[in-house]
């Protein structure tokens, strides 16, 4: 009998894809157990090897054992991300990132992760935190397990992802080898190996959930109207219906609390610019923190305008010639505008999509801040401390418990509204702050999206694995 989980490297299958005009021939090796005792049949993987490697070929100064082994997910929404495919016509798909990644010389690991609204036969939920990371985990232990049969080098391995999926990313860089999904991770049989990666690509990660309500009304406190896509799926095409709406009485008058609760937790975190120099708010929610915003948005204006972009189009952007002199933030914040409510993340009648995620096996959403189940308008459980701080990249950088991936790589668009602009700063400050080696940006007039900069990407990747 085969040996459980092991690659085989004699079954997959030639395929050639289409880009710019160009072929790029690979390997595909389809819907691979990456447990042993799997509960879904989402837990399944493709591996995409670039052809050359299994004849001694070179792909972009790479070969079979050098490879970097790129792992996107698709997860959005903390809902369920199947495996991907090039050629994928699912609207989740990101088949054009694989197969780009491909043609860079890259293996290509795709695995598929639950999400909060699987259930199992009984009706049981099956997705809630931490599925999707025990997940990915899974994926990348059957990776490292493999190492040797599976092309590419285990040693190299980076994680991509785009929102919830940024999020997936960065928590998998955050918390290698972690203690907390040891027994998740054997309960599932996944194989013995570790899952500390090399490098992170994450766009626009919507984490830090239990200090993202706060974060969200230190910055658009004061602006009491939202405008937000709603997104359905029909004919598997994405229908975008614009709504707006404004904030109620109560809404308004908690923004202001949430607010002033930001500042003692930025402050807890005693972070730093480069040059040494504590970044901290005073109890208005102004300071130095968020001077290096302002400095971040600066300086991506800066670029757009530098290449030729219009940056007027926002409010709020001064320029004086070819120069960008300053960032008016609450000019700016309404130009960009509010995208939720209050809070904007844990609801007070349990209907965001975190609720949800926060459920548990029996509870189909609870709360996850204290803040929200003090407020809540309906009857609600408090999700465990440990759970919600264990899917939270930031806990493993406050305090040494895991086996922090090396390289990062994080974007968060300037125009994207789906989190405060503080959550992507903290991540990366205390990235820095803690030695490791972090690029960041936000790119200007971009909004809540990912992988909008694949050759950028790529580059990074190669400066990093060449
Ligand atoms: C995503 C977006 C959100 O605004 C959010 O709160 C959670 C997830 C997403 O696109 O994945």
């Known amino acids: ?111 598929g992760l639950r999400g909060r609204t699987q259930t199992d036969g009984q009706g049981q939920n ?34 991509n992802g785009t929102s919830a999926g940024g999020a997936t990313s960065a928590l998998m860089g955050a918390s290698g080898n972690a203690d907390f999904f040891e027994s998740r991770l054997q309960d599932l049989g996944a194989a013995p190996a570790t899952d500390d990666i090399f490098a992170v690509s994450a766009y626009c990660p919507i984490h830090n959930l239990e200090h993202a309500d706060a974060a969200y009304e230190w910055e658009f406190n004061g602006i009491d109207q939202w405008h937000r896509q709603q997104i359905r799926v029909e004919d598997n095409r994405q229908i975008c219906t614009p709504v707006h709406g404004h904030l109620s009485d109560q809404e308004r008058a908690l923004s202001p609390q949430l607010k002033a609760a930001f500042t003692p937790y930025l402050n807890s975190l005693e972070l730093k610019d480069r040059a040494g120099n504590p970044l901290s708010l ?13 400095r971040y948005l600066k300086d991506s204006a800066q670029t ?15 320029v004086n010639g070819s120069t960008v ?57 408090l999700a465990d401390a440990d759970l919600v701080a264990a899917v939270n990249p930031l806990t493993y950088l406050l305090r040494k418990q895991s086996h922090v991936a090396p390289h990062w790589r994080i974007r968060h668009g300037a125009a994207d509204r789906d989190t405060s602009f503080a959550i992507p700063v903290i991540l990366a400050t ?18 809540h999206s990912g992988d909008y900069d694949l050759p950028e990407l790529f580059d990074w990747i190669d400066g990093l694995c060449q």
């Open 1 to 111: 009998m085969a040996t459980p989980l092991r690659f085989d490297e004699t079954q997959g299958q030639d395929h050639t894809g289409q880009l710019d005009g160009q072929p790029v021939t690979y390997r595909a090796f389809m819907d691979l157990n990456y447990v042993t005792m799997p509960v879904d049949p989402i837990q399944r993987l493709n591996v995409f090897v670039p052809t050359p490697y299994f004849s001694g070929g070179t792909v972009n100064g790479y070969q079979r054992v050098t490879a970097p082994i790129f792992m996107p997910n698709t997860v959005g929404g903390y809902l369920p991300g199947p495996r991907d495919f090039p050629g994928n016509p699912a609207v989740y798909s990101r088949g054009t990132t694989i197969l780009r990644a491909l043609q860079r010389g890259y293996v290509v690991v795709a695995a």
């Open 126 to 159: 099956l997705g809630k935190a931490p599925a999707f990371i025990v997940d990915m985990k899974a994926a990348v232990r059957y990776v490292k397990f493999n190492a040797g049969r599976l092309p590419g080098n285990p040693e190299r391995i980076i994680t």
């Open 282 to 294: 005073d109890h208005t929610g102004e300071g130095s923190f968020k001077a290096l915003i302002l």
């Open 304 to 318: 757009a305008l530098t290449a030729g972009q219009d940056v007027t189009k926002y409010a709020g952007v001064i």
């Open 325 to 381: 002199t300053r960032i008016d933030w609450p000019q700016y914040l309404r130009a960009i505008t509010r995208m939720k409510s209050v809070p904007a993340f844990d609801a007070l009648d349990l209907s965001n999509p975190e609720n949800d995620l926060f459920g548990s096996r029996l509870t189909a959403a609870r709360h996850f801040t204290s803040f929200a189940q003090a407020h809540s308008r309906v009857p609600a459980n």
């Open 430 to 447: 205390k990235l820095a702050n803690r030695g490791y080696d972090v690029d960041f940006a936000l790119p200007w007039a971009t909004p």
